[in-house]
């Protein structure tokens, strides 16, 4: 018997239409609602239009929640403030054509089509891998952070919460980026990068200190 649950996509809009697309291929018998999505396929089938409204419907057994929302900063926030009031944590979201080869991945994290995520890697929480990353052995990857498209992360690369990392950048091993900083696209990083800063080029130089 297949038992009928609901997920609820909390914010987004490209993000909202991606973590539809996976969560279909993923659960198909599974009902789809939405609050704060602003995508305008979804804007009509709203059933909340602020995350407020929603902690009731989320604490129910058979419901779970994603937050899609590209920007960082307000995925946190989404997170700590429904976490804080329902006492659940989001699904993860995966693509079934993704190659997950650790268990060590957290909470709310948007897995990509083709994506690849190696052996003893670590994911943290609400972290997005885009299409056709490679993660590659023994990284870490902490809280709230973006893996762009075409991202390689080499092995033993370690980045800190809430980093931006460009599309087709490089990154090879053993190198530790710190919280808050970008990886502009394209980028070739063969040096540790500092916290909030944005790095760009091959090889990569500081070209922004965000303090």
């Known amino acids: 018997m297949i038992q009928e649950k609901s997920i609820l996509i909390v914010g987004g809009s490209a993000g909202a239409k991606i973590a539809t697309n996976i969560f279909s291929l993923v659960y198909p018998y599974h009902k789809i609602f939405y609050c704060e999505c602003f995508a305008k396929e979804i804007k009509t089938n709203l059933l909340f239009s602020d995350v407020s409204e929603s902690f009731d419907f989320i604490k129910q057994s058979n419901v779970d929640y994603f937050i899609a929302t590209g920007d960082n900063e307000v995925r946190r926030k989404h997170y700590e403030l429904i976490k804080k009031n329902t006492d659940k944590e989001p699904l993860n979201c995966i693509h079934p054509t ?12 948007l897995i990509c089509p083709n994506s690849v995520i190696h ?59 710190g919280k ?22 091959v090889p990569s130089k500081i070209k922004k200190n965000f303090l």
């Open 119 to 177: 052996i003893d890697s670590k994911i943290g929480n609400g972290t997005i891998i885009n299409t056709s990353s490679v993660i590659e052995h023994d990284c870490s990857l902490m809280d709230f952070c973006q893996i762009s498209p075409n991202v390689t992360l080499c092995g033993y690369v370690s980045i800190g919460d809430n980093c931006f990392i460009g599309a087709g950048s490089t990154i090879i091993p053993k190198i530790n980026v």
């Open 98 to 109: 993704s190659i997950v080869e650790s268990e060590n991945i957290g909470y709310g994290n």
């Open 180 to 201: 808050n900083s970008i990886v502009a696209a394209g980028s070739v990083v063969i040096k540790d990068v500092p916290e909030n800063v944005m790095v760009a080029g």
